[in-house]
């Protein structure tokens, strides 16, 4: 088997850390000191991320989305292909060179469809967390996609999001009806209970791809979808 090329790197902000773009055969991936974050082979799973969120928005008028993520642009992506043309997303990317290798590698883009390139997308180049602390308008949807779970960060100070504190900021940040929806690599009892406990009509929904390295070779990934109660039912 050929070995990985490595096209591009860069040092991770305020982390002991380096991203690098990897090309073996036609296909990518973006790994970390090593560790293998995502590729361009089964993608199942993120775009069920999308896809199960939009399914279950319950908003008038046009939709906001927040992508936590850009990675290699699937869920981005997936989410487009939901919305009409009057619809808006923002997709959050820390680091300039994965916004950069979406960008300037085509082969890398005709993967995703060449997600950035459509005019309805916005990117936002820092942190996901601030747009939620401090949402420019309240979101018909926030998809986070940027750790391997609440247990599994990519960077330490991602973990605010899955706090009682974020939870409660991502649920201020939603319009009701709206929907927050997270993607992990491994299930967590406290995060389920921490969105219930905020006011999140919370299911819990496992994804399995044959053939998807995970941590226990199943293939099985978990994704949240909490919705924020609609005006009727809310909390107080």
């Not at 939901?82 to 883009?109: F, H, I, K, M």
């Amino acid at each position: 088997m050929r070995e990985w090329e490595l096209l591009d790197h860069e040092k991770v902000p305020d982390e002991d850390a380096t991203i690098y773009l990897m090309e073996r055969g036609g296909q990518y991936a973006i790994h970390v000191d090593g560790r293998e974050l995502m590729s361009t082979g089964p993608h199942g799973s993120e775009e069920a991320l999308a896809d199960l969120a939009c399914d279950r928005l319950a908003v008038s008028g046009p939709v906001r989305v927040l992508v936590g993520g850009l990675g290699l642009g699937f869920t981005l992506s997936a989410v487009l292909r939901r919305l009409g043309s009057e619809d808006a997303v923002t997709v959050a990317e820390l680091l300039p060179s994965v916004v950069c290798w979406n960008q300037d590698y085509p082969r890398l883009a005709r993967f995703a469809g060449y997600p950035l390139r459509d005019p309805r997308v916005t990117v936002h180049v820092g942190d996901v967390l601030d747009l939620v602390q401090l949402p420019p308008t309240r979101w018909s949807a926030i998809l986070l996609d940027i750790d391997n779970g609440p247990h599994s960060l990519t960077r330490p100070t991602n973990g605010w999001l899955y706090t009682p504190e974020g939870i409660d900021a991502a649920f201020a940040a939603l319009v009701p009806g709206g929907v927050l929806a997270i993607w992990s690599a491994a299930p967590s009892d406290p995060l389920t209970k921490s969105l219930a406990d905020a006011g999140f009509v919370v299911e819990v929904v496992c994804h399995t791809e044959r053939g998807r390295p995970t941590r226990d070779n199943d293939g099985t990934h978990v994704v949240w979808v909490a919705q924020r109660p609609d005006r009727d039912n809310q909390r107080s």
